[in-house]
């Protein structure tokens, strides 16, 4: 049986998560919700008995809850809340393997995308673009209101490549003169 694309996030990120221990069918650790203190109400230092946040699988969906506060949800939403750029990535290999969008417990990278305001009809819009063409269309008027980790490095690499074409530049001018 192969690993999960879940239990090798959980692997992933399991040094971020304290009190972390392997148990026979599931992963428990600090809730981050509400133990992130790392105290208990008298103020004693948690240890790996009192972490109250679980990561189960049922019928091979993964989902979280903690035994205190009691939060439970799914893998998916845990992530979203807890590691929103590892967010996009697990969508990405979710959408990939075909366990996503509709009944699965994720969402289409496509559906994410567009609660990012990025669509086919909106393609990402970046401040520095090389290649900026007028357009006729009177709606594209504002950025997304949020930016995915991916238009953010699209955004920095235009930045690094106009920063270079101007070192050059100047190289070329210090040689001619
Ligand atoms: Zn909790």
């Not at 506060?69 to 697990?90: D, M, R, T, V, W």
């Amino acid at each position: 049986m192969s690993i999960s694309i879940e239990e090798n996030l959980i692997h992933y990120i399991a040094s971020s998560l304290p009190l972390f221990s392997k148990q026979s069918n599931s992963y428990r650790f600090q809730c981050p919700y509400c133990q992130f203190s790392g105290k208990d109400s008298k103020g004693k230092s948690l240890v790996p008995s009192t972490a109250k946040g679980y990561f189960y699988s049922i019928y091979n969906a993964w989902n979280y809850k903690c035994h205190k506060c009691g939060i439970s949800q799914s893998f998916e939403k845990f992530i979203a809340a807890q590691y929103p750029l590892l967010h996009f990535e697990y969508v990405k290999m979710r959408d990939q393997l075909g366990i996503a969008g509709y009944q699965t417990n994720c969402p289409s990278l496509e559906k994410l995308l567009s609660k990012y305001g990025i669509t086919n009809s909106n393609p990402p819009v970046f401040l520095i673009s090389n290649n900026a063409k007028p357009t006729n269309d009177p709606k594209v008027t504002k950025l997304p209101s949020m930016r995915s980790p991916q238009q953010q490095a699209g955004h920095q690499s235009q930045i690094n490549h106009l920063l270079k074409i101007k070192a050059q530049q100047k190289r070329d001018r210090e040689q001619w003169w």
